[in-house]
Protein backbone atom coordinates (compact mmCIF):
# COMPACT_ATOMS: atom_id res chain seq x y z
CA UNK A 1 0.00 0.00 0.00
CA UNK A 2 2.86 2.26 1.17
CA UNK A 3 4.78 2.20 -2.10
CA UNK A 4 2.35 2.75 -4.95
CA UNK A 5 1.09 5.85 -2.68
CA UNK A 6 5.17 6.80 -2.35
CA UNK A 7 5.43 6.44 -6.24
CA UNK A 8 2.68 8.67 -6.80
CA UNK A 9 3.30 11.46 -4.37
CA UNK A 10 7.00 11.72 -5.85
CA UNK A 11 7.17 14.30 -8.49
CA UNK A 12 8.90 14.30 -12.16
CA UNK A 13 8.57 10.00 -10.93
CA UNK A 14 7.12 7.80 -13.69
CA UNK A 15 2.76 7.26 -12.96
CA UNK A 16 3.88 3.34 -13.55
CA UNK A 17 6.93 1.70 -12.13
CA UNK A 18 7.66 -2.04 -12.20
CA UNK A 19 7.67 -2.18 -8.88
CA UNK A 20 4.09 -0.99 -8.79
CA UNK A 21 3.12 -3.42 -11.39
CA UNK A 22 5.04 -6.32 -8.71
CA UNK A 23 2.55 -4.94 -5.86
CA UNK A 24 -0.79 -5.03 -7.79
CA UNK A 25 -0.04 -8.82 -9.92
CA UNK A 26 -0.32 -9.64 -6.07
CA UNK A 27 -3.33 -7.95 -5.17
CA UNK A 28 -5.57 -7.34 -8.43
CA UNK A 29 -7.71 -10.58 -8.67
CA UNK A 30 -10.52 -9.32 -11.42
CA UNK A 31 -7.95 -7.38 -14.08
CA UNK A 32 -4.75 -7.56 -15.15
CA UNK A 33 -2.45 -4.68 -14.40
CA UNK A 34 0.27 -3.68 -17.07
CA UNK A 35 2.50 -1.28 -18.02
CA UNK A 36 1.30 0.81 -21.24
CA UNK A 37 3.65 2.27 -23.47
CA UNK A 38 2.43 5.56 -23.21
CA UNK A 39 2.35 5.62 -19.79
CA UNK A 40 5.87 4.30 -19.21
CA UNK A 41 7.68 7.73 -19.39
CA UNK A 42 5.16 9.82 -18.35
CA UNK A 43 5.46 12.00 -15.07
CA UNK A 44 2.38 11.70 -12.24
CA UNK A 45 2.21 16.02 -13.39
CA UNK A 46 1.87 14.43 -16.86
CA UNK A 47 -0.75 11.95 -16.14
CA UNK A 48 -2.82 14.25 -13.67
CA UNK A 49 -2.99 16.91 -16.38
CA UNK A 50 -5.50 14.21 -18.66
CA UNK A 51 -7.59 14.26 -15.68
CA UNK A 52 -9.95 16.83 -14.28
CA UNK A 53 -10.34 17.96 -10.51
CA UNK A 54 -12.11 15.51 -8.16
CA UNK A 55 -14.31 18.17 -6.93
CA UNK A 56 -15.45 18.53 -10.60
CA UNK A 57 -17.02 15.62 -10.41
CA UNK A 58 -19.69 16.69 -7.55
CA UNK A 59 -23.04 17.68 -9.51
CA UNK A 60 -24.13 20.89 -9.48
CA UNK A 61 -27.72 19.34 -9.89
CA UNK A 62 -29.18 22.30 -12.40
CA UNK A 63 -30.20 19.17 -14.43
CA UNK A 64 -33.30 17.08 -14.27
CA UNK A 65 -32.92 14.13 -12.37
CA UNK A 66 -34.67 10.94 -12.87
CA UNK A 67 -36.28 10.31 -9.63
CA UNK A 68 -38.26 13.46 -10.02
CA UNK A 69 -39.88 12.06 -13.52
CA UNK A 70 -43.05 9.71 -12.95
CA UNK A 71 -41.43 7.46 -15.71
CA UNK A 72 -43.45 3.97 -14.16
CA UNK A 73 -41.66 0.92 -14.00
CA UNK A 74 -38.66 -0.22 -15.89
CA UNK A 75 -38.55 -2.03 -19.06
CA UNK A 76 -37.52 -5.55 -19.13
CA UNK A 77 -33.95 -5.18 -19.72
CA UNK A 78 -31.04 -8.06 -20.51
CA UNK A 79 -28.47 -9.75 -18.55
CA UNK A 80 -26.17 -8.24 -20.59
CA UNK A 81 -25.86 -5.14 -22.92
CA UNK A 82 -23.22 -4.54 -25.43
CA UNK A 83 -23.32 -1.85 -27.76
CA UNK A 84 -19.93 -3.42 -29.54
CA UNK A 85 -22.00 -5.92 -30.72
CA UNK A 86 -25.80 -4.69 -30.57
CA UNK A 87 -25.25 -1.37 -32.30
CA UNK A 88 -21.78 -1.55 -33.60
CA UNK A 89 -23.00 0.75 -36.51
CA UNK A 90 -23.14 4.10 -33.84
CA UNK A 91 -19.41 3.02 -32.34
CA UNK A 92 -16.70 5.22 -34.07
CA UNK A 93 -13.04 4.03 -33.06
CA UNK A 94 -12.07 5.56 -29.74
CA UNK A 95 -11.02 9.06 -30.13
CA UNK A 96 -7.84 10.15 -27.98
CA UNK A 97 -7.77 13.30 -25.52
CA UNK A 98 -4.18 13.43 -25.54
CA UNK A 99 -2.42 15.37 -23.00
CA UNK A 100 -5.02 17.57 -22.34
CA UNK A 101 -7.57 17.50 -19.29
CA UNK A 102 -10.45 17.19 -22.18
CA UNK A 103 -12.39 14.01 -20.92
CA UNK A 104 -15.13 15.92 -20.02
CA UNK A 105 -15.72 17.21 -23.41
CA UNK A 106 -14.73 13.66 -25.37
CA UNK A 107 -17.18 12.06 -23.19
CA UNK A 108 -19.89 14.39 -23.38
CA UNK A 109 -19.56 14.70 -27.51
CA UNK A 110 -18.92 11.03 -27.98
CA UNK A 111 -22.42 10.32 -25.78
CA UNK A 112 -24.07 13.23 -28.24
CA UNK A 113 -23.25 11.33 -30.75
CA UNK A 114 -24.12 7.91 -30.30
CA UNK A 115 -27.59 8.75 -29.09
CA UNK A 116 -27.93 10.52 -32.33
CA UNK A 117 -26.80 7.67 -34.17
CA UNK A 118 -28.62 5.55 -31.83
CA UNK A 119 -31.80 8.17 -32.35
CA UNK A 120 -31.52 7.65 -36.39
CA UNK A 121 -31.38 11.39 -36.65
CA UNK A 122 -27.26 9.95 -38.05
CA UNK A 123 -27.52 6.96 -40.31
CA UNK A 124 -23.52 6.18 -39.37
CA UNK A 125 -21.33 7.39 -36.69
CA UNK A 126 -20.46 11.11 -36.97
CA UNK A 127 -17.69 12.76 -35.55
CA UNK A 128 -18.66 15.82 -33.80
CA UNK A 129 -15.72 18.43 -33.03
CA UNK A 130 -14.31 18.10 -29.30
CA UNK A 131 -12.21 21.19 -30.03
CA UNK A 132 -15.02 23.56 -30.10
CA UNK A 133 -16.65 22.61 -26.68
CA UNK A 134 -13.28 22.89 -25.40
CA UNK A 135 -12.27 26.32 -27.12
CA UNK A 136 -15.99 27.71 -26.94
CA UNK A 137 -17.16 26.22 -23.53
CA UNK A 138 -16.31 29.06 -21.48
CA UNK A 139 -18.44 27.55 -18.56
CA UNK A 140 -15.69 25.05 -18.58
CA UNK A 141 -12.05 24.98 -17.99
CA UNK A 142 -10.71 23.35 -21.31
CA UNK A 143 -7.13 21.52 -20.69
CA UNK A 144 -7.84 22.30 -16.81
CA UNK A 145 -11.15 20.20 -16.89
CA UNK A 146 -14.91 20.82 -16.65
CA UNK A 147 -18.11 19.99 -15.24
CA UNK A 148 -20.83 17.12 -16.35
CA UNK A 149 -23.41 19.43 -15.44
CA UNK A 150 -21.91 22.46 -17.47
CA UNK A 151 -21.38 21.07 -20.74
CA UNK A 152 -24.72 19.85 -21.08
CA UNK A 153 -26.00 23.16 -21.08
CA UNK A 154 -23.27 23.83 -23.18
CA UNK A 155 -24.77 21.22 -25.70
CA UNK A 156 -28.61 21.79 -25.04
CA UNK A 157 -28.02 25.70 -25.52
CA UNK A 158 -25.25 26.10 -28.15
CA UNK A 159 -24.35 22.81 -29.46
CA UNK A 160 -21.48 21.38 -31.63
CA UNK A 161 -20.83 20.96 -35.23
CA UNK A 162 -18.57 18.65 -36.53
CA UNK A 163 -15.58 17.80 -37.10
CA UNK A 164 -14.73 18.80 -40.27
CA UNK A 165 -15.58 22.39 -39.03
CA UNK A 166 -12.91 22.26 -36.50
CA UNK A 167 -10.47 19.40 -35.54
CA UNK A 168 -8.70 18.44 -32.32
CA UNK A 169 -5.67 20.70 -31.75
CA UNK A 170 -5.22 21.37 -27.99
CA UNK A 171 -4.27 17.84 -27.25
CA UNK A 172 -0.97 19.42 -28.81
CA UNK A 173 -0.82 22.27 -27.13
CA UNK A 174 -2.62 21.71 -24.05
CA UNK A 175 -4.43 25.33 -24.37
CA UNK A 176 -7.74 26.30 -25.07
CA UNK A 177 -7.48 27.56 -28.35
CA UNK A 178 -9.41 30.11 -29.50
CA UNK A 179 -13.25 30.03 -30.13
CA UNK A 180 -14.21 30.20 -34.00
CA UNK A 181 -16.52 31.96 -35.54
CA UNK A 182 -16.05 30.57 -38.77
CA UNK A 183 -14.88 26.76 -40.01
CA UNK A 184 -11.50 26.56 -40.80
CA UNK A 185 -12.51 26.41 -44.19
CA UNK A 186 -14.42 29.55 -43.79
CA UNK A 187 -17.67 28.23 -43.96
CA UNK A 188 -20.49 28.96 -41.62
CA UNK A 189 -20.76 26.99 -38.34
CA UNK A 190 -23.76 24.71 -38.25
CA UNK A 191 -24.50 23.85 -34.83
CA UNK A 192 -26.53 20.57 -33.23
CA UNK A 193 -28.26 20.57 -29.92
CA UNK A 194 -29.45 18.59 -27.84
CA UNK A 195 -33.14 19.39 -27.17
CA UNK A 196 -32.64 18.66 -22.54
CA UNK A 197 -30.45 16.10 -20.58
CA UNK A 198 -31.44 13.83 -18.15
CA UNK A 199 -29.29 12.82 -14.97
CA UNK A 200 -29.86 8.66 -13.95
CA UNK A 201 -26.90 8.44 -11.26
CA UNK A 202 -27.20 6.26 -8.59
CA UNK A 203 -30.66 4.60 -10.31
CA UNK A 204 -28.83 1.72 -11.29
CA UNK A 205 -32.14 0.27 -13.31
CA UNK A 206 -32.82 3.26 -14.78
CA UNK A 207 -29.39 3.66 -16.10
CA UNK A 208 -29.25 0.15 -17.70
CA UNK A 209 -32.49 1.01 -19.32
CA UNK A 210 -31.15 4.33 -20.82
CA UNK A 211 -28.08 2.60 -22.24
CA UNK A 212 -30.31 -0.80 -23.79
CA UNK A 213 -33.26 1.65 -24.97
CA UNK A 214 -31.89 4.96 -25.41
CA UNK A 215 -27.91 4.87 -25.68
CA UNK A 216 -24.53 5.82 -23.55
CA UNK A 217 -24.28 7.99 -20.68
CA UNK A 218 -21.59 10.05 -19.80
CA UNK A 219 -20.06 9.01 -16.41
CA UNK A 220 -17.30 9.77 -14.29
CA UNK A 221 -15.04 8.60 -11.70
CA UNK A 222 -12.22 8.73 -9.05
CA UNK A 223 -8.76 7.74 -10.65
CA UNK A 224 -6.43 6.29 -8.34
CA UNK A 225 -2.90 5.53 -9.30
CA UNK A 226 -3.55 2.07 -9.68
CA UNK A 227 -6.09 2.55 -12.83
CA UNK A 228 -2.50 3.92 -14.60
CA UNK A 229 -1.55 0.19 -14.89
CA UNK A 230 -4.90 -1.17 -15.90
CA UNK A 231 -4.74 -3.63 -19.01
CA UNK A 232 -8.07 -5.75 -19.10
CA UNK A 233 -10.66 -7.07 -16.66
CA UNK A 234 -12.87 -5.70 -14.37
CA UNK A 235 -11.36 -2.94 -12.74
CA UNK A 236 -11.48 -2.36 -8.64
CA UNK A 237 -9.61 0.19 -6.90
CA UNK A 238 -6.96 -1.86 -4.99
CA UNK A 239 -4.50 0.37 -4.63
CA UNK A 240 -2.46 3.85 -3.84
CA UNK A 241 -3.58 7.42 -4.01
CA UNK A 242 -6.11 9.64 -5.86
CA UNK A 243 -4.84 11.05 -8.77
CA UNK A 244 -7.81 13.39 -9.87
CA UNK A 245 -11.23 12.39 -11.44
CA UNK A 246 -12.10 11.42 -15.42
CA UNK A 247 -15.13 12.06 -17.26
CA UNK A 248 -16.14 8.50 -19.83
CA UNK A 249 -18.60 7.64 -21.94
CA UNK A 250 -20.67 4.08 -20.12
CA UNK A 251 -21.90 2.28 -22.97
CA UNK A 252 -23.23 -1.12 -21.50
CA UNK A 253 -22.99 -3.70 -18.94
CA UNK A 254 -23.18 -7.28 -18.26
CA UNK A 255 -21.63 -10.53 -15.59
CA UNK A 256 -18.23 -12.03 -16.39
CA UNK A 257 -17.67 -15.53 -16.13
CA UNK A 258 -16.92 -15.65 -12.17
CA UNK A 259 -20.74 -13.91 -11.67
CA UNK A 260 -19.02 -10.15 -11.19
CA UNK A 261 -21.21 -7.74 -12.31
CA UNK A 262 -18.94 -4.75 -14.94
CA UNK A 263 -20.42 -1.71 -16.78
CA UNK A 264 -18.51 -1.37 -19.92
CA UNK A 265 -17.18 1.64 -20.44
CA UNK A 266 -15.53 3.62 -23.67
CA UNK A 267 -12.24 5.54 -22.75
CA UNK A 268 -10.58 8.75 -24.80
CA UNK A 269 -6.85 7.63 -24.47
CA UNK A 270 -7.15 5.74 -27.95
CA UNK A 271 -7.78 2.31 -29.17
CA UNK A 272 -4.91 0.72 -27.91
CA UNK A 273 -5.14 1.50 -24.60
CA UNK A 274 -7.32 -1.03 -22.39
CA UNK A 275 -9.80 -3.56 -24.06
CA UNK A 276 -9.65 -1.77 -27.38
CA UNK A 277 -10.14 1.41 -26.09
CA UNK A 278 -12.70 0.21 -23.56
CA UNK A 279 -12.39 -1.07 -20.05
CA UNK A 280 -14.61 -2.76 -17.69
CA UNK A 281 -15.32 -1.55 -13.75
CA UNK A 282 -17.45 -3.40 -10.87
CA UNK A 283 -21.06 -2.79 -10.91
CA UNK A 284 -23.22 -2.04 -8.42
CA UNK A 285 -21.16 -0.59 -5.85
CA UNK A 286 -20.58 2.68 -6.81
CA UNK A 287 -16.98 1.87 -7.69
CA UNK A 288 -15.13 5.14 -7.66
CA UNK A 289 -18.17 7.15 -7.41
CA UNK A 290 -18.59 6.06 -11.09
CA UNK A 291 -22.88 5.91 -10.47
CA UNK A 292 -22.97 9.37 -9.35
CA UNK A 293 -23.68 10.85 -12.35
CA UNK A 294 -25.05 9.72 -15.68
CA UNK A 295 -26.37 11.76 -17.81
CA UNK A 296 -28.54 11.40 -21.06
CA UNK A 297 -29.43 13.92 -23.65
CA UNK A 298 -32.49 13.18 -26.01
CA UNK A 299 -33.05 15.18 -29.20
CA UNK A 300 -36.05 16.33 -31.21
CA UNK A 301 -36.79 14.40 -34.06
Request: with cysteine; glycine share 10%.
Amino acid sequence: MLLLAAVAVALGVSVVTEEGLKELQQLATSWTPAIHDRFRNMTVDEFRARLIPVENLRSLRTETHVSQLNLGKTKELPKDYDPRVERAHCLPEVADQASCGSCWAFSAVATFADRRCAYGLDSKPVHYSEQYVVSCDFGDGACNGGWLSNVWKFLTKTGVPKLDCLKYSSGMTGDRESCITHCTDGSPVELYQASHVINYGMDLDRMMEALVYDGPLQVAFVVYSDFGYYSSGVYQHVNGMIEGGHAVEMVGYGIDESGLKYWIIRNSWGPDWGEGGYFRIIRGVNECGIEEQAYGPFFEK
